[in-house]
């Protein structure tokens, strides 16, 4: 365990100094708040666009990731829509809950499979995105604006088109995707600009997760939290882990489903909350709270698994 857990530890501490600056004020202003939409608008689609036109989108490995990645996506959104209709749970804070168990930190992620496996790792990433992404945020999307009562079929309809419009990362995936699968592949000087852009993705996304996390949210609804982590963090990894043994993948593509399972919830979810209605201070609880238990459990299933897939 501890060779892995020193492998990833560079990267939690990278979450580490995000929160302490930003809690020391440093650079100061409105500084962390533009860094986030920097990572989101700029930086990370150029990773994915740059990734996803090269990646190794072969029918096998595509059919497995599905099946690993949105088996446990179904049953985890299935899981906490009927824990908040069976208990009863304020739509508000069910919204928050409902992210938590179905959204992923794909900045960590790719963090982990570049800095434990390189360029494979990173592809497989791309792979893993481009199947988990999508559907993530139509599930999230769907459930928010339901949640809110606009369930007429025209609203959320328009609601659904205008939110997938206008996501970089949606759009991100879409381009490099055809361009891959068009047999068109990398776009000269194109590709070149965004692998620059891309460089400075993952250690940028990290500083600013970790300038985001609550620490003063932690004790905002801890039933909800324990809720939305016991899905995340339990149930979906299982998942995960069961497809990849059933279908026999091994090696690095084996590992990567492993992190993608174990990787916490999307910081994003916090600003989606506050756009779409759910309970913005839960989902950060939420957040912080899977993010802490991550930088254990992580390490932790990554070498049970190395044992096993390696």
């Given at each position: 365990?501890?060779?892995?857990?020193?492998?990833?530890?560079?990267?939690?501490?990278?979450?580490?100094?995000?929160?302490?600056?930003?809690?020391?004020?440093?650079?100061?202003?409105?500084?962390?708040?533009?860094?986030?939409?920097?990572?989101?608008?700029?930086?990370?689609?150029?990773?994915?666009?740059?990734?996803?036109?090269?990646?190794?989108?072969?029918?096998?490995?595509?059919?497995?990731?599905?099946?690993?990645?949105?088996?446990?996506?179904?049953?985890?959104?299935?899981?906490?829509?009927?824990?908040?209709?069976?208990?009863?749970?304020d739509?508000?804070?069910?919204?928050?809950?409902?992210?938590?168990?179905?959204?992923?930190?794909?900045?960590?992620?790719?963090?982990?499979?570049?800095?434990?496996?390189?360029?494979?790792?990173?592809?497989?990433?791309?792979?893993?995105t481009?199947?988990?992404?999508?559907?993530?945020?139509?599930?999230?999307?769907?459930?928010?604006?339901?949640?809110?009562?606009?369930?007429?079929?025209?609203?959320?309809k328009?609601?659904?088109?205008?939110?997938?419009?206008?996501?970089?990362?949606?759009?991100?995936?879409?381009?490099?995707?055809?361009?891959?699968?068009?047999?068109?592949?990398?776009?000269?000087?194109?590709?070149?600009?965004?692998?620059?852009?891309?460089?400075?993705?993952?250690?940028?996304?990290?500083?600013?997760?970790?300038?985001?996390?609550?620490?003063?949210?932690?004790?905002?609804?801890?039933?909800?939290?324990?809720?939305?982590?016991?899905?995340?963090?339990?149930?979906?990894?299982?998942?995960?882990?069961?497809?990849?043994?059933?279908?026999?993948?091994?090696?690095?593509?084996?590992?990567?489903?492993?992190?993608?399972?174990?990787?916490?919830?999307?910081?994003?979810?916090?600003?989606?909350?506050?756009?779409?209605?759910?309970?913005?201070?839960?989902?950060?609880g939420i957040?912080?709270?899977?993010?802490?238990?991550?930088?254990?459990?992580l390490?932790?299933?990554?070498?049970?698994?190395?044992?096993?897939?390696?």
């Amino acid at each position: 365990m501890w060779a892995i857990s020193l492998s990833v530890l560079p990267i939690f501490l990278l979450l580490v100094l995000g929160n302490l600056l930003r809690r020391n004020g440093f650079p100061g202003g409105d500084f962390w708040h533009h860094a986030d939409r920097v990572v989101y608008w700029v930086l990370f689609p150029a990773l994915l666009f740059y990734t996803t036109t090269t990646a190794p989108f072969s029918n096998e490995l595509v059919g497995t990731y599905a099946l690993a990645l949105l088996g446990g996506l179904v049953a985890t959104a299935a899981i906490s829509l009927l824990t908040v209709k069976i208990f009863g749970i304020d739509p508000r804070i069910g919204g928050s809950i409902f992210q938590g168990a179905t959204r992923h930190n794909t900045f960590i992620a790719f963090a982990v499979a570049d800095y434990l496996y390189g360029v494979e790792g990173v592809l497989l990433a791309a792979v893993a995105t481009a199947v988990l992404v999508p559907p993530t945020n139509l599930f999230c999307v769907t459930v928010l604006v339901g949640y809110q009562g606009r369930t007429g079929t025209h609203s959320l309809k328009r609601r659904l088109i205008g939110e997938i419009a206008r996501n970089p990362l949606l759009i991100a995936i879409a381009v490099g995707a055809f361009l891959n699968f068009s047999g068109i592949g990398p776009l000269p000087v194109i590709n070149n600009f965004a692998e620059l852009l891309s460089k400075a993705a993952l250690p940028f996304a990290l500083l600013c997760v970790g300038a985001g996390l609550k620490i003063k949210s932690i004790h905002t609804g801890a039933t909800y939290v324990l809720i939305s982590t016991i899905s995340k963090l339990m149930i979906f990894p299982l998942i995960v882990a069961g497809a990849a043994i059933a279908t026999g993948t091994e090696g690095v593509a084996a590992m990567v489903l492993i992190i993608y399972g174990t990787i916490p919830t999307a910081s994003s979810g916090y600003a989606l909350a506050k756009l779409l209605g759910a309970d913005a201070e839960v989902m950060a609880g939420i957040i912080t709270v899977q993010t802490m238990i991550s930088m254990i459990t992580l390490p932790l299933s990554l070498t049970l698994a190395a044992a096993y897939f390696m």
